[in-house]
């Protein structure tokens, strides 16, 4: 739709749009910030909804602030590096009581005062991140990366619905503000993400801390909005202007303009009130709603603060007075091991029931074989178990019981449990080699199966997959092709159309070059470079199942763990069956000639770097071009790079390339490379 110019827009609308955009800013307060929504989740999706449509018809209009624009359409190259306005320290950790005590006594004297008045609040247990707000709007968000230096997060922490993109009382707010803050999952949401990924066949995230930290670093807004994050704010490091006396009250100052601060914060005036605090918190740690691993203790006044300076890492000011983990007793009965989504084999310890903090635990996580081995755990022994915020626990250790008569010592399995498919080991995490039988794996297997990057079937997504494994019309790889039109429409979403677009979709992909075959079949280490490799180099799917593990190192870009990945799978008796009836139902890999294919082609050797977006091409379709004329396409960019490819909106790259001196192309020189070596190559 064309836009409108602003002096066309009806007084009407304008209005209508910021009533809008102030009336959802309003209700994501209460809801998010307060927990007491006003309206129901349908009236608050009306709104947004007319909001869009206004915002669609007149594109004028939108504005980095509006809540419609929360989350970025296109996925970031990389992070970028951003210096942070003031340092984000780390604080010094302590679990015992005197060494509390002996931080207040250090306090006292280095003022030469009697008492000391300190905040504490609860210690969330999430990722910490800076906020810079430029009169009332938020422009930045980073990590702390090394206290200095953090990477640019703002898209993605722009899609925290509690985080405010425009401030309360913008009027009354500083023209600068740099806020200290964490990002977490509250354990409701937490809990109910992780049923949502084990659902879809995903491998469940530790804890809330570690699904908050991968949540946010995703370069894919679009992902970080579907995640549950929140936000809270504890400390307000820098303002234009004078800063308010304490930090109590410049955290309550940061709940005025509209950002979430954190509950149960206290003043105290002794550190005996912050110990009882402390006492209150531990209390009350199984039944909040967030997980917390101790409490943060500050000195209150930011002169005081001053004038007891800061270490290298940490300031002599503050500390965090961490619980102690919580930990049981109780005995092994057996060892089980699990098969991840993967292929990974993860030895779990299945307990004599025990309540740690409150839940009932009735296994824990042994990782991996080395660390089974390490802790020397067998059935039947008397082990500590630690519960640390951690979905599945840890056992840290065996206790020694004298008598006790002890089991034989755990023996890894050499098949997969779930599929009967060898093992193999890599480091010290075993993995099943049954990629395109085994259950565990196979609805990722089938998902990139049929990816862009390997068959292209279009229409088979990750929903499909789900169902077609679900109701057993798909066990194995070939199996996708034995679908009928019926089965199809018994699931849900299907029609008679679409049932016979997919179809042809999967008859279409029957004929499929070798490098896509080869990393479509989600062997181990072996991605679309590699796949690649090893179809330059075999030219067929016959010469490369008949390769031996030495000669498969000797190849450059191979080395010793992709050709034992390559060498299993090719060994595995259930792979193989299924590649037979692949064959067998019409599958065709087209086969190449090595010779040709080396360095006769034209762009043999030339390595290639993509920035920003091309018009005439999509990133996939690009790199095929070049991949089939013998050239490479890599993620950076460095001396060895024959060419940088530039199109509109170029990233950093594009910077690095030219102070490199290097070669660089817009869209139509990058297309008259092509046509000319396609030429040259006929």
């Known amino acids: 739709m064309s836009s409108k110019n602003s002096t066309e827009i009806p007084e009407s609308v304008l209005t209508r749009i910021r009533e809008l955009r102030e009336e959802i800013h309003h209700h994501d307060r209460l809801y998010y910030l307060k927990d007491q929504p006003e309206v129901s989740d349908s009236v608050y999706d009306q709104l947004f909804k007319e909001l869009q449509d206004l915002e669609e018809r007149f594109p004028n209009l939108v504005n980095p602030d509006s809540p419609t624009q929360r989350v970025a359409g296109v996925p970031l190259d990389k992070f970028e590096k951003v210096q942070h306005e003031y340092p984000m320290l780390s604080l010094d950790s302590h679990v ?3 060494d509390v005590q002996a931080f207040d006594q250090r306090v006292r004297r280095e003022l030469d005062v009697e008492m000391v008045e300190y905040t ?9 991140v800076e906020l810079v707000y430029d009169s009332g709007n938020f422009i930045r968000g980073s990590t702390r990366g090394d206290g200095r230096i953090g990477e640019n997060i703002t898209m993605n922490l722009r899609t925290i619905r509690a985080l405010p993109l425009q401030l309360l009382n913008v009027s009354a707010v500083p023209s600068q503000l740099v806020i200290r803050s964490e990002v977490y999952i509250p354990l409701k949401d937490f809990h109910a993400l992780n049923q949502r990924l084990t659902e879809e066949g995903e491998e469940p995230f530790a804890n809330p801390r570690n699904a908050a930290a991968g949540s946010l670093r995703q ?32 955290v309550s100052k940061i709940g005025e303009w509209g950002l979430p601060i954190p509950e149960h914060r206290q003043r105290c005036r002794s550190i005996d009130e912050v110990m009882a605090f402390h006492v209150d918190m531990e209390s009350q740690r199984d039944q909040l709603p967030f997980e917390i ?15 007891l300076g800061e270490k290298s890492r940490s300031p002599r000011w503050a500390m965090a007075f961490k619980f102690p983990p919580r930990k049981e007793m109780t005995k092994v009965h057996r060892i089980m091991v699990s098969v ?30 080395d660390e089974v081995a390490r802790k020397d755990i067998r059935p039947g022994d008397t082990v500590k178990v630690e519960r640390a915020g951690d979905v599945i626990p840890d056992v840290v250790e065996r206790i ?22 060898h093992t193999i080991q890599e480091g010290p995490i075993l993995y099943c080699t049954g990629q395109t039988v085994c259950p565990a794996q196979l609805k990722g297997a089938l998902e990139l199966f049929a990816s862009k990057g390997a068959l292209n079937i279009d229409g088979l997504g990750k929903k499909t997959v789900a169902q077609l494994v679900d109701q057993g019309f798909v066990k194995d790889l070939a199996d996708f092709y034995t679908l009928t039109k019926d089965q199809l429409l018994s699931l849900e979403g299907f029609a008679e159309k679409s049932a016979t677009q997919l179809l042809a979709g999967i008859e279409k992909s029957k004929q499929v070059l070798l490098s896509r075959f080869i990393f479509g079949l989600g062997i181990r280490n072996v991605g679309v470079h590699i796949a690649q490799v090893l179809a330059r180099h075999f030219g067929s799917l016959a010469r490369l199942r008949k390769a031996e593990k030495e000669k498969l190192q000797q190849i450059h870009e191979i080395g010793p763990e992709i050709a034992a990945s390559v060498d299993s799978f090719f060994q595995e008796p259930q792979n193989l069956s ?14 190449l000639d090595t010779v040709k294919i080396s360095t006769d082609q034209p762009l043999a050797g030339k390595i290639f770097v993509l920035t920003g977006t091309l018009e005439g091409f999509t990133r996939p379709e690009a790199k095929q071009k070049v991949e089939s004329l013998g050239g490479r396409v890599t993620s950076s960019v460095s001396k060895q790079t024959d060419y940088v490819v530039a199109g509109t909106e170029p990233g950093s790259k594009l ?17 008259a490379l092509l046509v000319e070596n396609v030429s040259s190559a006929s």
């Open 293 to 307: 691993d101790g409490i943060v203790v500050k000195v209150d006044r930011y002169d005081w603060q001053q004038a």
């Open 340 to 369: 991840g989504r993967t292929g990974a084999l993860t030895p779990i310890a299945m307990l004599n029931p025990v309540e740690i903090g409150g839940v009932t635990v009735s296994r824990a996580s042994l990782h991996n074989i």
């Open 578 to 591: 299924v590649l037979q009836r692949m064959e067998e139902l019409g599958v065709t890999v087209e086969e």
């Open 219 to 250: 370069l894919d807004s679009r992902l970080t909005a579907s995640r549950p994050l929140t936000i809270t704010c504890y400390d307000l490091k820098l303002q234009q202007g004078d800063r308010p006396s304490s930090h109590w009250d410049a």
């Open 655 to 671: 910077d690095k390339a030219q102070a490199l001196g290097l070669t660089v192309l817009d869209e139509a020189g990058f297309s």
């Open 400 to 421: 020694d019981i004298p008598g006790e008569v002890r089991a034989e010592p755990f023996t890894p399995p050499t098949a997969c449990p779930v599929c009967q498919s």
């Open 120 to 128: 504490v609040e609860p210690k969330y247990d999430g990722l910490s």
């Open 96 to 98: 015992k009581k005197e």
